[in-house]
């Protein structure tokens, strides 16, 4: 079975930094696109963030953009976000995704998902 585990997540002040990670184990997702959404209290889930399999297309929502930027290292089957400029709307639970579908923000391509860390951001 392939598991999905995030860390990094915390309580930091507005204009701060956190870095995410979310590592995966089980089954070796070569050539899988991971993802990071986000859920914020009373709010569906949305996109954050995609990378590609080599890492050479990402993708990022508006809001995020200039802001956060993931990245991955296959050796270590670990996707990052490192999240700088921390605004007090970005407080939500954060998940990783694993999916085959190529660099999609869809919620429903994504075949195996974290269990989220939350990301809290005091103004």
């Known amino acids: 079975q392939v598991q999905l585990v995030e860390s990094g997540g915390g309580l930091v002040q507005a204009g701060g930094s956190l870095r995410l990670s979310c590592v995966t184990s089980?089954?070796?997702?070569?050539?899988?696109?991971l993802a990071w959404f986000r859920q914020a209290p009373g709010k569906e889930r949305e996109f954050v963030a995609v990378?590609?399999?080599?890492?050479?297309?990402?993708y990022y929502a508006d809001s995020v953009k200039g802001r956060f930027t993931i990245s991955r290292d296959n050796a270590k089957n670990t996707v990052y976000l490192q999240m700088n400029s921390l605004k007090p709307e970005d407080t939500a639970v954060f998940y990783c995704?694993?999916?085959?579908?190529?660099?999609?923000?869809?919620?429903?391509?994504?075949?195996?998902w974290g269990q989220g860390t939350q990301v809290t951001v005091s103004s």
């Open positions: 990378i590609s399999w080599t890492g050479g297309r990402t």
């Open positions: 089980g089954r070796i997702l070569i050539g899988y696109t």
């Open positions: 995704a694993a999916g085959a579908r190529y660099s999609t923000t869809l919620q429903s391509d994504y075949d195996y």
